[in-house]
């Protein structure tokens, strides 16, 4: 009975020895699982799209909440929104077709007196992207758009293309013909009007 007793532990013993085995290989170290949650926590504030690298350039824009117009603080939520999307568009233009600088200075008694400086930009944006719509604070909010280069490098050639202008000039094919001129009927051989002329003898 002892002999048939140890001849049936041993696949017992054998297979807790595989369990033990398959349990060590599937615990993983505690460093992993630390640095892997910290980079879960890491990338899970940032946009997906900020990750990425652009290829061209980005332009931010800014609006505050509290003094856009809007009966109710969605709808002041929302033009602010609009407004700072339309910054990041005025900030996107100045960085493909620059920024037009006139400013003027008054002198008098070899002291400035007065100094007036005007900045315009003006210029036709399409195939920008939208990166992000963030609030900053909970009072502003922050849009960022990017361009890449591909269009840039459009706009640009574009923009320093010449226009030359020519005169459009059309043929007309269609010509009415000149009406022709009426003419008298002619008179037949045998109606002869002399008849009723009178004779002189």
């Known amino acids: 009975m002892q002999y048939s007793s140890k001849r049936l532990g041993l696949p017992g013993h054998t297979c807790l020895l595989a369990v033990c085995l398959c349990l ?28 990425e690298q652009v290829d061209g350039i980005m332009a931010t824009g800014y609006a ?4 856009q117009k809007g009966q109710t603080h969605a709808q002041r939520r929302l033009m602010a929104i609009r407004a700072s999307k ?15 600088v006139e400013s003027s200075s008054q002198m008098g008694d070899l002291a400035l007196l007065n100094e007036n400086v005007r900045a315009r930009v003006q210029g036709l944006v399409y195939g920008s992207r939208l990166v992000s719509i963030t609030p900053v604070g ?13 269009v840039i490098d459009q ?16 043929t007309v094919t269609n010509i009415a013909p000149k009406p022709t001129p009426l ?19």
């Open 24 to 51: 060590s290989a599937c615990v993983a170290p505690a460093g992993e699982f630390e640095s892997a949650a910290s980079s879960a926590t890491v990338t899970a504030g940032q946009p997906p799209l900020m990750l």
């Open 183 to 201: 003419r008298r009927p002619e008179r037949e051989p045998g109606s002869d009007k002399r008849w009723f002329i009178k004779d002189a003898g």
């Open 86 to 100: 339309l910054d990041a568009y005025r900030n996107l233009t100045e960085q493909v077709y620059g920024l037009y």
């Open 64 to 67: 505050v909440i509290d003094v």
């Open 138 to 150: 909970g009072e502003t909010y922050e849009t960022k758009l990017a361009l890449e280069q591909a």
């Open 155 to 170: 706009l640009v050639s574009s923009y320093r293309k010449p226009i030359v202008r020519q005169r459009s000039t059309e």
